[in-house]
C-alpha cells in the first residue's frame, strides 16, 4: 500500500525548533518530488516547501524561507522538515505529499500523509 | 506569486444537481511546451486530508466518480460535479503548479441544501 506517515508535531514556545518527519513506503520514494504543505486551524490550504528526488531542487514558500529547511534521505524512504524560529503563524496541521511528474509534466500531488500537528504556543 | 481566487466561498445544492465551483489565477497557467494547463482540484473532508481529483485541469484522477468534471484554460477554470451526492460534501481547492511557488485557492466549501 502506497502510504505516507509524518511524525514530530508537537507543541514548541515562539522562537523554538521542531523537525517533522515523514516516512514513506509502498512505492518508489527515491523517483518522486515531495511537498510539506500545511492547514492552519480552520484555514485554507498553504504549500511549504517542495524537494526534487535528488535533492537538487529546492524552493520554499516566502513565508518560511530561511526558517524551514526541508531535506530528504532516499536510503531511508524519509522526508524532513526542519523549522527553526517558530512563530505562532506556523500553528498548522503539516502534510507531506507526493508530487506525481510524468513524461508529459506534473501532475498534481496525488498521495498525502495525515498530517502532523505543530502548535507554537508560549 | 500567482493568486489562485476561488468563486463562490460556499455553496449549497440540491442532491442530484449540478454543482459549479470557479477558479481564477492572476496569470496564465498554461505551459506552452506541453499545451497543458498546470491546475489541479483537490476534495477536502473534514478531518482528512486533501484528495486529488483533476489535474491539468481536465483529467480525472484514477478512481474519481465521472460526476466529476474540470475544465477552463488559461486563467479560468471549473469543476463541476455533475449529479451532486451527499458524500460529495466538502471544501474544493484549486491549486497551481505552474510556478515554483505552488499556491491554493481559498477553498469552496459545498453543502446540501
Known amino acids: 500500500e502506497v502510504q505516507l506517515v509524518e511524525s514530530g508535531g508537537g507543541l514548541v514556545k515562539p522562537g523554538g525548533s521542531l523537525r517533522l518527519s515523514c516516512a514513506a513506503s509502498?512505492?518508489?520514494?527515491?523517483?518522486?518530488?515531495m511537498d510539506w504543505v500545511r492547514q492552519a486551524p480552520g484555514k485554507g490550504l498553504e504549500w511549504v516547501s517542495s524537494?526534487?528526488?535528488?535533492?537538487?531542487?529546492?524552493h520554499y514558500a516566502d513565508s518560511v524561507k530561511g526558517r524551514f529547511t526541508i531535506s530528504r534521505d532516499n536510503a531511508k524512504n524519509s522526508l524532513y522538515l526542519h523549522m527553526d524560529s517558530l512563530r505562532a503563524e506556523d500553528t498548522a496541521v503539516y502534510y507531506c505529499a507526493r508530487r506525481q511528474i510524468s513524461a508529459a509534466g506534473t501532475r498534481g500531488m496525488d498521495v498525502w500523509g495525515q498530517g502532523t500537528t505543530v502548535t507554537v504556543s508560549s | 506569486d500567482i493568486v489562485m481566487t476561488q468563486s463562490p466561498d460556499s455553496l449549497a445544492v440540491s442532491l442530484g444537481e449540478r454543482a459549479t465551483i470557479n477558479c481564477k489565477s492572476s496569470q496564465s497557467v498554461l505551459y506552452s511546451s506541453t499545451n497543458k494547463n498546470y491546475l489541479a482540484w483537490y476534495q477536502q473532508k473534514p478531518g482528512q486530508p486533501p484528495k486529488l481529483l483533476v489535474y491539468w485541469a481536465s483529467i480525472r484522477e484514477s478512481g474519481v466518480p465521472d460526476r466529476f468534471s474540470g475544465g477552463g484554460s488559461g486563467t479560468d477554470f471549473t469543476l463541476t460535479i455533475s449529479s451532486l451526492q451527499a458524500e460529495d460534501v466538502a471544501v474544493y481547492y484549486c491549486?497551481?503548479?505552474?510556478?515554483?511557488?505552488?499556491?491554493f485557492g481559498q477553498g469552496t466549501r459545498l453543502e446540501i441544501k
Open positions: 524537494i526534487s528526488s535528488s535533492s537538487n531542487f529546492i
Open positions: 509502498g512505492f518508489s520514494f527515491s523517483s518522486y518530488t
Open positions: 491549486q497551481q503548479y505552474y510556478s515554483r511557488g505552488i499556491t
